[in-house]
Nanobody
Framework: VQLVESGGGSVQAGGSLRLSCAASGITFNDYIMGWFRQAPGKEREGVADITSFDDSASYGDSVKGRFTISTDNAKTMVYLQMISLNPEDTAVYYC?????????????????????RGQGTQIIVSS
């Protein structure tokens, strides 16, 4: 599986950016794609993810209401639309892909297992 991110760059606080991630060689049937980020000296942070089988999306608390994740119909592209960016959003953004383990009978649950990620794209937000 190969994942290639694009769309990073520098922007002033309050600005917007759209990240794209192209996936190829996917061998999973039901998978999940997403974005996480890592800033210097900080732990990796989950930003958003979306499932291929039911388009269920989830977001990290720090980006809810500002970021929107989406995919194309073929489920080989994942996008992250970001608005109202602030300096705390400065980080390298990575696009991972993985599987979702699911229990379909009550009580239902889901567990995400991440397997691959891209090389990342840098976002710098200046104040």
């Amino acid at each position: 599986v190969q994942l290639v991110e694009s769309g990073g760059g520098s922007v002033q606080a309050g600005g917007s950016l759209r990240l794209s991630c192209a996936a190829s060689g996917i061998t999973f049937n039901d998978y999940i794609m997403g974005w996480f980020r890592q800033a210097p000296g900080k732990e990796r942070e989950g930003v958003a993810d979306i499932t291929s089988f039911d388009d269920s999306a989830s977001y990290g608390d720090s980006v809810k209401g500002r970021f929107t994740i989406s995919t194309d119909n073929a489920k080989t592209m994942v996008y992250l639309q970001m608005i109202s960016l602030n300096p705390e959003d400065t980080a390298v953004y990575y696009c991972p892909i993985g599987l979702v383990l699911r229990r379909l009978i009550l009580p239902t649950w889901r567990t995400k297992l991440w397997y691959y990620r891209g090389q990342g794209t840098q976002i710098i937000v200046s104040s």
